[in-house]
């Protein structure tokens, strides 16, 4: 059982004396780790994502369209980032992952996805540039999904740069579900660049006729979470099944995640069988399935010092659960499940390491934080 032992804080500002949300100190006995919730930013608009700046600055993503600048004492600058491309925000559309490059402090490059404008609705886009000031230099759009409709949700949207020179980029299928078993669509799967773009020569599809050479695989519904595995360097994601079925898996090239085919979530309202079932021949079976959903999104490894207790354990955001779910592996499997934070801070829409080792939370609210679970001081 989580126990809680709640601080009020007090600031002083001219005079005036301020209590806090208790939620800033508490101190949480959990499984394995004790450790303190601080919330550090506050105002900010359906946040989605946070790269951390080698200076100290944070970059934040809002889902309507704003890129935000907080500074190294997690004071949010008023003024949005200016240069990015179009994004049409609107309903599960806007601004999603935003990732720095791995030879960050050599090139400079911020890679980041949104759903973009064009022929027929929207899609979902990968661009890069470099900041400076406030401004989003040389920006390049790297891809931009083909197949764009009116429909405003299952956008995936989350990025990954490898040591390899290589970017993911997760697709949703747009909220049609027959999309994702399609080779010759973007849509429900993930796509494979070089960093700079172009499509690697090894892609699964890349000589087959008819197909998209981006796709490195098929089947996603709608993959909102994505980290590499620092043993294997595989990489990891997870997606939202429909009622049910949420899903982890690991991502492997031209493998069939199985949506709409197979799936382990039924009908909406209705519980009927979607597909064929929960397995078939030649299709992927997920690591970890979530029944009733959790709707997750953001994920990261645990791979550090500072919480000691939680090293090599999986850390994934839940929107519908309101939780940080950890996940204690051995292998490649599942082996233990802790909900923490329920009921406490909202919708965890991202889930980062930061350099300092701490696990930082963004939640997905109209008037959303930025948190960090650090050690507690004794």
């Known amino acids: 059982m989580i126990q809680l032992k709640k601080y009020y804080l007090f600031l002083i500002v ?46 934040i993503t ?44 050599k090139n400079g490059w911020i890679y980041f996805a949104y759903s973009a404008p064009g022929p027929g609705g929207t899609g979902t886009a990968l661009a890069r540039g470099k900041l400076v000031d406030h401004q989003m230099t040389q920006v390049q759009v790297l891809f931009s999904m083909e197949g764009k409709t009116r429909s405003t949700q299952h956008f995936g949207g989350r990025i990954v740069l490898d040591d390899a020179g ?33 499509i690697p020569k090894d892609n699964p ?50 493998r069939n995640y199985g949506w709409p085919i197979i ?25 970890y399935v979530w029944t009733p959903s959790i709707a997750p999104s953001g994920m990261a490894f645990y791979n550090g010092d500072a919480l000691p207790n939680w090293n090599t354990n999986l850390f994934v955001g839940a929107l519908r659960a309101g939780a940080l779910v950890r996940l204690e592996l051995q292998g490649n499997k599942v082996v233990h499940e802790e909900r923490l934070l329920q009921g406490t801070i909202g919708r965890i829409r991202d889930v980062r390491v930061g350099p300092d080792q701490s696990i930082y939370l963004l939640t997905d609210e109209r008037a959303g934080s930025l948190y960090r679970l650090e050690p507690v001081k004794r």
Do not use: M
């Open 14 to 59: 001219f005079g005036n004396v301020f209590c806090l949300n208790p939620a800033l100190a508490q101190t949480i006995n959990s499984e394995k780790q004790s450790f303190r919730l601080v919330q550090l930013t506050q105002g900010l608009e359906n946040p989605w994502s946070v790269a951390f700046l080698p200076d100290g600055r944070l970059l």
């Open 62 to 105: 809002e889902r309507p369209g704003r890129l935000r600048i907080v500074n190294p004492d997690y004071t949010l600058d008023p003024k949005p980032i200016a240069g990015l491309p179009e994004i049409a925000a609107g309903g599960q559309g806007g601004l999603f992952d935003v990732v720095l490059h791995p030879q960050y402090a």
């Open 166 to 198: 290589f970017v993911y980029l997760t697709l949703g299928d747009r909220g049609d579900k027959g999309r994702a078993q399609q080779a010759n669509d973007h849509a429900g799967s993930i796509i494979r660049l070089h960093d700079d773009g172009r």
């Open 205 to 254: 599809f890349v000589n087959v006729a008819g197909t998209k050479p981006e796709k490195f695989t098929l089947g996603n519904r709608n993959v909102q979470g994505a980290a590499l595995n620092p043993k294997t360097g595989e990489l990891w994601t997870h997606e939202h099944g429909p009622q049910g079925g949420d899903e982890i898996n690991i991502i492997k090239s031209a």
């Open 263 to 287: 799936t382990y979530g039924v009908n909406y309202g209705l519980g009927t069988k979607i597909g064929e079932g929960t397995a078939k021949a030649g299709l992927e079976q997920p690591l």
